[in-house]
């Protein structure tokens, strides 16, 4: 196989709609691994290759358009064998395949044209399959039983083929793949049709796949839906502020950022939704979105009300060890398929996740921050009590006061904070540590839960309440800086073991502990100094494990490799105690990282350090859209810019702003301020960046510079 064709093969091409979504390698085939258009957790389409009798064409290009719709790939015949006339040379017929999801459907057109001077005469050749499979057999779990594939079903003409499946959970789950024209032949999964294109000729197939069959696919149908599917993303991607500047290549970035969140949110009935990434996690999770919604919150609070909305509405209400829930503590993870329905795993709904709940808190009182919206937060106020009450219970039965989590069962996630990975939290010998466990950041994110709420509270005049929050926020504190701190190494461990015991490993975790802005400035100091060192920062961005620590690998998950959003969140703690020049040389790392992986950052990839002429080298098995890996360029850039929108005081507060290098100009289009819209303006004045606000309405609101 030629080196071209090979790398098409393992190639991926992704497209999203609502909860479902499709993967396909470079020519658009599904057809291996984790290939298959997918709809609640469960792959509807197994096969779905295209074939030139029982050659695959050769592949020109294959792209998905910049805002996520459409993808199309362009090919054409190799050589040919006679068919009722004399053999047709390669590269004389052009196949253009165009496909994209609406509707929870996949619609695909297949176009021919000749461009030869002699006839040329095809079997066009589509193979079909449906193998029902859950996403976590896909991710390669076994399954002890399965429910019963059932006979395929030829659709009238033959123009389809129906397959069923009834799971163990008596479920009857159908897939139904369509043609616009009854086939020639059909032999098995296979329905080919005999194509006849004189010179110059032109003709089209169109296809449909779905749970069922509505109507015969057609040109009609076909339009309309794109129509319709292309108005809806532009809608989503039209949605809060937009980044400009006077860098192109930089702009394509902000702009493949934005189209990947857009692709990624699905409409639910509480609000916009970032789901958390394709192939594996096209579903909602608790951490991630809540870390997106606080990525992209300066720009766009519309998906944090989304995402509160959303997991307010799923807060436990009961303890189960299976699920680790209990009552007011937040979603980790939900999931709609087979092995989920029958509880073979917990992630149906499961909660074995310790920080969605202070995130959750967090991102509360940073949207009423930035919106002013009260009544918002009123309604929100039962649900924060609620998961409030629960780290209070935790921390309260903690010996040592931490938010700590131990799973409750063993079909539950080992590891429940970001890092969650079996091999993720150990000590400094390699040994993993004995449970419960506090991680470093987690009693970042209690600290800060609770000064949220003491900050809501005395919005809501409820002073005795506000008092008792920053009581528990300052005891936080204070056991975090005794227990935590590593004298003899200036940095924070990862974790305190059941036993008390200080894990004394040096990981990224502590710049979470930065953004929270728990620790003193000048431990902050040692820190972001130290992050900043070739131990941590490679080039690319921040390993998740400082180089020689135990376990240190960078290939691994979480051992030593580079996160983008973990590396934002870094970057943004670092910004919050002043070392912004820092801050810019995070951006630009992750800029040109994102340009060796065509403008898009995948949710990891491997820690080698950089090295002059060569790429940053994948993670092989990495979502890729990811939305906290599409978030992260708009909070590095918020980061380097110091901006913060206050809505409650209707104004902007600008913190020594610095620019991407490189860059010149930064507008921020569109910010909603309240009922107003305005403009950001950053521009390189001589050694220093100007900052001025345009009011859309003609009046400016009021900018407070922190020097």
């Known amino acids: 196989m030629d080196p071209a064709a090979s790398a098409a093969l393992y190639s991926t091409q992704v497209l999203k709609d609502g909860d479902s979504f499709l993967v396909a390698n470079g020519y658009g085939d599904i057809d291996e691994g984790s290939t298959g258009f997918f709809q609640d957790d469960t792959r509807l389409l197994s096969v779905l290759r295209l074939r030139l009798g029982d050659t695959q064409p050769a592949l020109l290009s294959a792209a998905v358009t910049e805002d996520n719709v459409f993808f199309g790939a362009h090919m054409t015949n190799r050589a040919l064998p006679p068919l009722g006339g004399a053999a047709a040379p390669h590269g004389l017929l052009h196949i253009l395949r165009i496909r994209f999801l609406h509707e929870e459907r996949m619609y695909e057109r297949v176009a021919f044209v000749n461009y030869g001077n002699q006839p040329v005469a095809v079997t066009l050749r589509i193979e079909l399959d449906a193998d029902f499979r859950d996403m976590f057999e896909v991710r390669g779990q076994v399954r002890p039983a399965r429910g019963q594939l ?11 083929m129906m397959f069923r499946y009834r799971g163990l959970d008596d479920l009857l789950r159908t897939s139904c793949v369509t043609f616009s024209r009854p086939a020639t032949r059909v032999d098995g999964n296979a ?4 194509l006849e294109f004189p010179p110059g000729a032109e003709d089209e197939l169109f296809i449909e796949a779905g749970r069922d069959a509505p109507a015969p696919p057609s040109r009609s149908r076909h339009r309309a839906a794109a129509a319709q599917a292309q108005r809806r993303m532009r809608a989503r991607g039209r949605r809060g502020a937009r980044v400009r500047s006077s860098g192109p290549l930089f702009d394509a970035w902000m702009q493949r950022s934005r189209a990947d969140l857009a692709l990624l949110t699905s409409e639910l009935e509480t609000g ?7 192939p594996w996690f096209s579903t909602p999770f608790g951490r991630d979105a809540v870390v997106t919604a606080l990525q992209t919150l300066w720009l766009d609070p519309g998906i944090a009300r989304g995402v509160l909305g959303f997991l307010a509405a799923h807060q436990a209400q009961e303890e189960s060890s299976f699920l680790d829930s209990a009552p007011g503590k937040i979603m980790h993870e939900t999931r709609k398929g087979e092995m989920a329905a029958m509880k073979e795993l917990p992630f149906g709904r499961y909660y074995g996740g310790v920080d969605t709940t202070p995130l959750f808190i967090m991102l509360a009182g940073a949207f009423a921050e930035r919106t002013g919206d009260l009544a918002f937060v009123d309604m929100l106020w039962p649900a924060l009590q609620s998961a409030t009450g629960w780290i209070e219970r935790v921390c309260d039965a903690d010996p040592r006061g931490f938010l700590s989590y131990a799973r409750g069962e063993s079909t539950g996630l080992s590891n429940q904070g970001w890092k969650d990975s079996e091999d993720s939290v150990f000590h400094a010998d390699g040994r993993f540590p004995p449970g419960p466990i506090s991680l470093v950041e987690v009693q970042g994110y209690a600290f800060a839960a609770f000064r949220a709420m003491a900050s809501l509270a005395r919005l809501r005049h409820e002073e005795d309440l506000a008092q008792h ?7 936080m504190r204070i056991a975090v800086e005794e227990r935590f701190w590593m004298e003899a190494r200036g940095f924070y461990g990862i974790a305190v073991d059941g036993e008390g015991k200080l894990c004394e490993v040096r990981s990224s975790n502590p710049g979470h502990l930065l953004y929270c802005g728990l620790p003193s400035a000048e431990r902050a100091a040692s820190v972001a100094n130290q992050m900043m060192t070739p131990e941590f920062h490679t080039g690319w961005g921040l390993r998740t494990l400082a180089k020689g620590e135990a376990r240190y690998n960078p290939m691994s998950y979480h051992n030593g490799s580079i996160w983008p959003h973990d590396s934002a969140l870094c970057a943004a703690g670092i910004a919050r105690y002043g070392h912004h020049d820092a801050v810019v040389h995070l951006l ?3 800029f040109e990282a994102a340009v060796h992986f065509d403008m898009r950052l995948p949710e990891l990839f491997c820690g080698f350090p950089r ?3 060569a790429p940053p080298i994948a993670y092989p098995v990495a979502c890729m859209p990811q939305a906290w890996a599409a978030g992260a360029p708009f909070m590095l850039l918020q980061a380097c810019l110091g901006v913060q929108v206050d809505g409650l005081r209707g104004e902007v507060l600008v913190e020594r702003p610095r620019l991407p290098m490189g860059i010149d100009e930064v507008r921020i289009l569109d910010v909603a301020l309240g009922a107003d819209r305005v403009d950001l303006l950053f521009r390189r004045v001589g050694p220093r960046v100007g900052m001025f606000v345009e009011g859309r309405g003609g009046r400016a609101p009021p900018v407070r510079l922190r020097n």
């Open 150 to 160: 059932m006979a395929h079903e030829l659709l009238g003409g033959p123009q389809g």
């Open 191 to 194: 329905f080919e049709f005999l």
């Open 272 to 278: 916009p939704y970032p789901y958390a990434g394709i």
């Open 469 to 475: 929050w920053d009581a528990r926020a300052e005891r």
């Open 588 to 590: 630009r790392s992750a």
């Open 611 to 613: 090295v002059q002429g």
